[in-house]
């Protein structure tokens, strides 16, 4: 077995059987999100437009981003937006090529701008990001050792940064009906039939025992409400379609609360003029939102690396995520006993991204099985697998097949 990779069993209670489980999702139009998908944006634009015009994405790492919200004033019935929100993306990126003595300035600026606008077009049905939005960036060239190690990985790309990635699988049924009950809320279908819901759904999940209890923030879309008994029929309408929802992925039972904050008697309660709770006053930042799993898992191991934003090409803290995601769940799928696996990639700047400096897999096995030298030799033998196609992560993430947050 290779030096740099360690695989072991491990002897811990199974997340399922943990008297306590704690599960979050930040939805579409959660500010978090909003926030690392601008990032991600402005990424996946500069990659394809330096494919496009120099056969090769040059260096670049846009992950730093903050969402200022704005101000509004949502009213049954209509409502206005009095002070638009503010995104700025913020990061390093090669904004000219030197050729033959001849200058070719780089449009990152424009680039940036508008793929955080398309973006919000393509996602939002309601927040107008020519009205609503200010969007801004601060993108500078890298330095000049970074830029040059990016250029030396020709053939195989260097790690531009030592940082680590980590996953794991299988979901446990909580994990899985947070994840799907913001997915669900979010999907066309449910918009279509349930449209006064708003793009931002927050979804809380807790599990005490045998029974899940989910917390659901949903923002309703103030214009297509006329009125309080209308605001509290769409708020039955996710809690019983939550509960359908939950039945065909979990035999527990699950209880489902929507909108906790809401003061009825008050007139106090959960309406947007636009979806997002951005337009009002809640903050988004890079990095703050889910994990490349697609939820934030406190009782799991997690990275605090932010996915989005760095180059799909070498930065580690990127791909190494996406690999262990990945291979988690292959080796979950493909290796017999496993009841949960843990994957951790450390990686090393100026390494070659497909050499790692260290990786860990930690299995929990069924009471029945024993960790084999040949139960390591298959697993040894998934990652290696794996880490020979490393580079296809970068088409992947371009492509928007894999989830990275």
């Given at each position: 077995m290779?030096?740099?990779?360690?695989?072991?069993a491990?002897k811990?209670?199974?997340?399922?059987?943990m008297?306590?489980?704690?599960?979050?999702?930040?939805g579409l139009?959660?500010p978090?999100?909003?926030?690392?998908?601008?990032?991600?944006?402005?990424?996946?634009a500069?990659?394809k437009?330096?494919?496009?015009?120099?056969?090769?994405?040059?260096h670049?790492?846009?992950?730093?981003?903050?969402?200022?919200g704005?101000?509004?004033?949502?009213?049954f019935?209509?409502?206005?937006?009095d002070?638009?929100?503010?995104?700025i993306?913020?990061?390093?990126?090669v904004?000219?090529?030197?050729?033959?003595?001849?200058?070719?300035?780089?449009?990152?600026?424009?680039?940036a701008?508008?793929?955080?606008?398309?973006?919000?077009?393509r996602?939002?049905?309601?927040?107008?990001?020519?009205?609503h939005?200010?969007?801004?960036?601060k993108?500078?060239?890298?330095?000049?050792?970074?830029?040059?190690?990016?250029?030396?990985?020709v053939?195989?790309?260097?790690?531009n940064?030592?940082?680590?990635?980590?996953?794991?699988?299988?979901?446990?049924d909580?994990e899985?009906l947070?994840?799907?009950?913001?997915?669900?809320?979010?999907?066309?279908e449910?918009?279509?039939?349930?449209p006064?819901?708003?793009?931002?759904?927050?979804?809380?999940?807790?599990r005490?025992?045998?029974?899940?209890?989910?917390?659901?923030?949903?923002?309703?879309?103030?214009q297509?409400t006329?009125?309080?008994?209308?605001?509290?029929?769409?708020?039955?309408e996710?809690?019983?379609?939550?509960?359908?929802?939950?039945c065909k992925?979990?035999?527990?039972?699950?209880?489902?609360m929507?909108?906790?904050?809401?003061?009825?008697?008050?007139?106090?309660?959960?309406i947007?003029?636009?979806?997002?709770?951005?337009?009002?006053?809640?903050?988004?930042n890079?990095?703050?939102g889910?994990?490349?799993?697609g939820?934030?898992t406190?009782?799991?191991?997690?990275?605090?690396?932010?996915?989005?934003?760095?180059?799909p090409?070498?930065?580690?803290?990127?791909?190494?995520?996406?690999?262990?995601?990945?291979?988690a769940?292959?080796?979950?799928?493909?290796?017999?006993?496993?009841?949960?696996?843990?994957?951790k990639?450390?990686?090393?700047?100026?390494?070659p991204?497909?050499?790692?400096?260290?990786?860990?897999?930690?299995?929990l096995?069924?009471?029945?099985?024993?960790?084999?030298?040949?139960?390591?030799?298959?697993?040894?033998?998934?990652?290696?697998?794996?880490?020979?196609?490393?580079?296809?992560?970068?088409?992947?993430?371009?492509?928007?097949?894999?989830?990275?947050?």
């Amino acid at each position: 077995m290779s030096k740099n990779i360690i695989i072991e069993a491990i002897k811990s209670t199974p997340v399922e059987e943990m008297s306590t489980e704690i599960v979050e999702r930040k939805g579409l139009g959660h500010p978090d999100y909003i926030i690392d998908a601008s990032a991600e944006s402005v990424s996946i634009a500069l990659s394809k437009y330096y494919m496009k015009n120099f056969n090769t994405i040059l260096h670049h790492n846009v992950d730093k981003g903050l969402l200022v919200g704005g101000r509004a004033s949502p009213k049954f019935g209509g409502g206005t937006i009095d002070e638009p929100i503010y995104i700025i993306v913020a990061g390093r990126a090669v904004n000219e090529i030197v050729k033959d003595n001849e200058v070719t300035m780089i449009p990152v600026g424009y680039i940036a701008v508008n793929a955080i606008k398309d973006f919000i077009r393509r996602n939002f049905r309601f927040l107008n990001p020519d009205e609503h939005i200010i969007v801004d960036y601060k993108i500078r060239p890298g330095s000049a050792d970074l830029r040059k190690l990016f250029q030396l990985g020709v053939d195989v790309p260097l790690s531009n940064d030592t940082s680590f990635g980590v996953s794991f699988a299988p979901l446990t049924d909580t994990e899985r009906l947070v994840y799907e009950t913001e997915r669900f809320l979010n999907s066309k279908e449910f918009k279509k039939r349930v449209p006064e819901v708003g793009e931002d759904i927050k979804v809380m999940g807790l599990r005490r025992g045998r029974e899940i209890e989910l917390t659901i923030a949903a923002a309703i879309i103030s214009q297509l409400t006329p009125d309080m008994d209308h605001y509290i029929s769409v708020k039955e309408e996710i809690k019983k379609s939550v509960e359908d929802l939950a039945c065909k992925i979990t035999e527990l039972p699950v209880k489902v609360m929507v909108n906790t904050a809401d003061k009825i008697d008050a007139n106090l309660v959960y309406i947007t003029v636009t979806g997002t709770s951005a337009e009002s006053g809640d903050d988004g930042n890079t990095g703050r939102g889910n994990r490349v799993n697609g939820l934030i898992t406190p009782c799991r191991p997690m990275s605090m690396e932010a996915t989005a934003g760095k180059n799909p090409v070498s930065h580690v803290g990127k791909i190494y995520n996406v690999m262990a995601k990945i291979i988690a769940n292959k080796i979950y799928n493909e290796v017999k006993g496993i009841r949960e696996v843990y994957v951790k990639i450390l990686g090393q700047i100026g390494r070659p991204i497909t050499n790692p400096l260290h990786i860990s897999i930690e299995t929990l096995l069924f009471n029945e099985y024993k960790l084999t030298e040949s139960m390591k030799s298959e697993i040894e033998g998934i990652v290696w697998e794996q880490f020979s196609k490393v580079t296809e992560v970068t088409k992947l993430i371009l492509d928007g097949k894999i989830e990275i947050f």
